[in-house]
């Protein structure tokens, strides 16, 4: 399952995404034709590239956390 699309997060991608429910607008049969897939395939391009983003952002921070946490260990296993 995908995350909620029109969110503050998304806010890259909402040009795209507007341009698939203008897609999903016309109606089943367009849609079922598959008349939409290329308005989908670039929706879920520009979300798995803010996907990665954020993960890198994610890892990023992770490693300055868990470098902090390993200095503090470090100061207290020298002062003990």
Request: aromatic fraction near 4%.
């Amino acid at each position: 399952m995908h995350p909620h699309l029109h969110t503050k997060d998304n806010r890259a991608c909402e040009e795209v995404m507007n341009a698939l429910d203008e897609c999903h607008a016309r109606g089943f049969l367009w849609k079922s034709m598959g008349m939409c897939n290329g308005a989908k395939t670039a929706v879920n391009k520009c979300l798995r590239a803010q996907r990665l983003e954020r993960t890198k952002a994610n890892r990023e921070a992770a490693k300055a956390k868990n470098q902090e946490v390993r200095a503090k260990w470090a100061e207290i296993d020298a002062n003990s």
